[in-house]
């Protein structure tokens, strides 16, 4: 069968080809790639090139497709598998796997390191490093976007998990958030950062009582604002304060008075920002956690930290990078309920579009961007269906559909795009 999919050779070189995928092997799966979001993680893969540390060193004679958040459905299982897959269930995949024979060692992934399985691609072929792992995760729930955001859905899981809080005389650390804690999200209103409010106000479990979400860009917390309305929170047990910190004199002072005067149990920092991180520190209260989210791409990235807190007044700090298999399959769970993860996408597109699109993603302003990858699109935003409709049925088809949803993208929408938009 053949495949098109966008591969990567080399720092910045990245190609849409059409390329045979081999027959299946009796450990192997054949499965359609149907809706894929871009990270910025494939963009770091794209500038460095086999400098990262997931892309394999012969990149250029043995390519790998790009892509780790995706979803599709099964059309081909092989014998070994036949007993747990069946054709035609849809999937997503958990691709932070680990796997000492893969083609990068311990750091294998889908999107980053394999010939034949990647995001961005037609059809691909599932290899038993995936399977044997458990980390091909079949769902039920409508649409595909939803699988193909629970993975970023899960390094937010994965990061509430990962934080940890101690008690006086004991050395056990007690993982998680605290249970009616206070907690901060900085620079809280990208795509990640709207997926953690998401989460937090929807999960089972512990949750804060105040939830204060920062970023210095008043339009993306107006949007973040009527995507989840502090009232909305209120309702699910949760105070949400939004707060432009680029608007204040003393952002530390301003955040520690609306915590009361103490300050925060668990702050996160979701930008590579060093004056973000110290501004963590700075409100954490005593025992506070400080979760460095945010990936920077510079190697020698430092931020000052306040260490007499450290040792009198017990702060910590942690960092997590993606989710377990675990926290992927939460992810979905919560999905299946009541969780509709469309506040994070802003743009959408085709196969087409992929390459430019992940070579310059840090300058796309807006949110997650979901690729459709049998579809041949340019990357468009969401808010623009209504202007573009004026001209053209497609777009004010869609502008109709997502009205109905705040502008939101739904299932209904992507029913709509597969049904009609072109073939790439």
């Known amino acids: 069968m053949k495949t098109k999919a966008v591969r990567i050779y080399g720092k910045g070189d990245l190609r849409l080809e059409e390329f045979e995928l081999p027959e299946i092997k009796e450990d192997e799966i054949l499965a359609t790639v149907v809706s894929d979001s871009i990270c910025m993680s494939s963009w770091k893969a794209a500038i460095l090139g086999t400098e990262h540390k997931r892309v394999p060193n012969d990149a250029a004679e043995n390519p790998p497709i790009i892509g780790h958040e995706f979803s599709g459905e099964i059309i081909e299982v092989g014998a070994k598998w036949k007993d747990k897959f069946q054709v035609g269930q849809k999937y997503s995949i958990q691709p932070a796997i680990y796997y000492e024979d893969g083609p990068v060692g311990v750091l294998s992934a889908p999107g980053y390191s394999y010939k034949y399985i990647g995001g961005n691609a037609t ?60 907690m901060a999200i900085l620079a809280g209103v990208g795509p990640l950062g709207l997926a953690a409010i998401n989460y937090t106000i929807n999960r089972e479990g512990r949750k804060p009582s105040l939830m204060v979400v920062t970023d210095i860009a008043q339009d993306r917390l107006d949007r973040a604002a009527d995507i989840f309305p502090v009232e909305w929170a ?9 707060v432009n910190t680029g ?18 149990n668990d702050v996160f920092v979701f930008a590579p920002v060093p ?21 920077p791409s510079n190697t020698k990235f430092k931020a000052k930290m306040n260490f007499y807190n450290v040792h009198y007044a017990s702060t910590h700090i942690v960092g997590t990078s993606g989710g377990n298999t675990d926290d992927m399959l939460e992810a979905l769970r919560i999905m299946e309920k009541d969780l509709d993860p469309a506040g994070l996408v802003t743009h959408i597109g085709g196969l087409n579009s992929v390459i430019e699109t992940t070579l310059n993603l840090p300058d796309i302003p807006g949110g997650k961007k ?12 969401i808010s623009d269906f209504e202007e573009l409709g004026k001209t053209d049925k497609y777009y004010a088809d869609l502008a109709n559909i997502v009205s109905k949803t705040k502008g939101l993208w739904s299932v209904e929408a992507e029913d709509y795009l597969l049904e009609h938009a072109p073939a790439i």
């Open 123 to 182: 059809h691909v072929i599932i290899p038993k490093d995936v399977l044997e792992q458990d980390c091909l995760l079949p769902f039920e729930h409508p649409g595909y976007y939803p699988g193909s955001l629970a993975e970023p859905l899960s390094c937010v899981v994965g990061a509430m998990h990962a934080n940890y809080h101690t008690k006086p005389g004991s050395y056990v650390h007690e993982m998680e958030i605290v249970e009616g804690g206070k």
């Open 234 to 242: 209120k309702e699910k047990g949760i105070e949400l304060v939004y």
């Open 247 to 264: 608007e204040v004199e003393n952002p530390v002072e301003t955040l520690k008075e609306i915590s009361g005067g103490d300050g925060y």
């Open 275 to 295: 004056a973000l991180v110290e501004q963590g520190d700075d409100i954490m209260t005593d025992d506070g956690c400080l979760n460095f989210f945010a990936g």
């Open 370 to 381: 979901l690729i459709y990858t049998q579809k041949n699109l340019p990357l468009t935003p």
